[in-house]
């Protein structure tokens, strides 16, 4: 039995993952199809994809800021000089922050972090029970796993339907709410007949 069950492939629970490995046995699941949890890229092509997640990341804390320099110097994220537009007039975008985002996608973090770690996609967690100290983890294949710990990172709704019960907190009563995000997915195919020179 591993020491350590990881739900949420995105930048916390990549950068959770990372850390811990360095010590214990884990593995990592997420529903999706690849790494990046709200840091999600869709691939088109072999050089073509879409980040319908995350925008940018723009680090304010110290050590967030030191995490982000390596990732640069490491040429796993880049600089964005690009511009953020808000659908709510109120908001407006401090330009004083740095923007980076992924140099081959938004995930880029989660899937550098997670390179030598056992992930498991397409594995959705539907329920979770604890007995003994040990925690058993359901899928929606019929399977099951035993851990002796469990870490959720996935988005707060699921967080509250899995845990419930298991969370004596307040917060797990709150309501979180989230800004709208509207990502435009266009591709143009260019025609050589049309181009004048």
């Not at 092509?45 to 640069?72: A, C, M, R, W």
């Not at 000089?81 to 330009?95: R, V």
């Not at 989660?110 to 390179?115: M, P």
């Not at 329920?127 to 996935?154: A, M, Q």
Request: net charge positive; proline share 2%; with cysteine.
């Amino acid at each position: 039995m591993k020491d350590f069950c990881i739900i949420g492939s995105g930048i916390s629970g990549a950068t959770i993952a990372n850390s811990l490995s360095k010590k214990y046995s884990l593995d990592v699941y997420d529903k999706a199809r690849g790494a990046g949890g709200r840091s999600s890229n869709k691939k088109l092509s072999k050089n073509e994809s879409f980040d319908h997640g995350v925008q940018y990341i723009s680090p304010k804390s110290t050590q967030f800021k030191k995490f982000i320099k390596n990732l640069l110097t490491k040429k796993i994220v880049k600089k964005w000089p690009g511009k953020h537009l808000f659908l709510n007039t109120d908001k407006k975008e401090d330009k004083k922050h740095i923007k980076i985002i992924g140099k081959k996608g938004n995930n880029a973090i989660s899937k550098y972090l997670l390179k030598n770690i056992n992930c498991n996609f397409n594995s959705e967690v539907i329920k979770i029970y604890k007995k003994n100290r040990v925690w058993e983890i359901f899928f929606s294949d019929g399977s099951k796993k035993f851990y002796k710990s469990l870490i959720l990172t996935c988005p707060f709704p699921q967080l509250k339907k899995l845990s419930k019960k298991y969370i004596k907190h307040s917060f797990i009563n709150k309501r979180i709410k989230m800004d709208s995000n509207i990502t435009v997915m266009m591709v143009i195919k260019k025609n050589k007949n049309n181009i004048s020179s």
